[in-house]
């Protein structure tokens, strides 16, 4: 979260936070039209700014203005004269990978050698096994277990969530009951409903959920019928 806001720049004019100096992860989303070179390229970037950043958080105090460490762009979209940082590439919406596309992450697994974290639908451990060269090389498979009521509930009373800011009050007992059922405990959706509630809270200008507003953000992404 600290070093997200940054990914999105190619050129650094803001003091980045101290916490950065101890990121060594990339988190990666998989696109459902992509191919093996934009991964690539995406993957590449990322990691290239996060060791810059660490570079620049650490050596010169979080200032890019003091003199960081130079840089530049190579074709593969990262970036050269900095250490790669990265330690661990967690790849989400792993089911829409491609064969080509796989290939291409275990290249960069077996070059590099950080961890690698694919995440994903049920069924991605089916698919994963057509492709041996790089099921192989995984060590465990885990399957996320639902949440139960109090798990949710404690989720919902983080000041901060899901990348929102509501407060730790935003949501009355009504509405965590709402989002307790509408969520069927499944995180992902919890977040999506989260995101949605923050945004139904913002246009009517309200700052505390209740059953109407978790009902309404409950029909305002895909979760199929009641």
Request: aromatic letters at 8%; charged letters at 25%.
């Amino acid at each position: 979260e600290a070093l997200e806001p940054f990914l999105d720049r190619h050129a650094y004019v803001e003091k980045p936070p101290p916490e950065v100096a101890s990121c060594h992860a990339v988190y990666y989303t998989v696109q459902p039209a992509h191919t093996p070179k934009s991964i690539t390229l995406e993957i590449e970037r990322k990691r290239g700014l996060l060791s810059w950043m660490v570079d620049t958080a650490r050596s010169y105090g979080g200032d890019p203005g003091n003199g960081g460490p130079a840089a530049s762009a190579d074709n593969a979209g990262g970036l050269v004269g900095v250490e790669d940082r990265t330690e661990l590439l967690i790849v989400d919406e792993a089911q829409f990978l491609k064969n080509n596309a796989l290939e291409q992450l275990r290249y960069l697994y077996d070059r590099d050698r950080f961890g690698l974290v694919l995440i994903g639908m049920p069924g991605l451990d089916r698919t994963l096994t057509r492709y041996q060269q790089l099921y192989s090389r995984i060590g465990f498979l885990y399957g996320y277990k639902s949440l139960d009521a109090a798990r949710v509930r404690d989720i919902l009373k983080q000041p901060s969530v899901f990348g929102v800011d509501l407060g730790a009050e935003a949501f009355s007992e009504e509405a965590i009951a709402g989002m307790i059922g509408h969520s069927e405990g499944n995180f992902r959706t919890l977040g999506k409903l989260t995101q949605r509630v923050e945004s139904i809270l913002e246009i009517n200008k309200r700052t505390v959920a209740d059953a109407e507003v978790a009902q309404l953000a409950r029909q305002q992404i895909l979760l199929g019928p009641s």
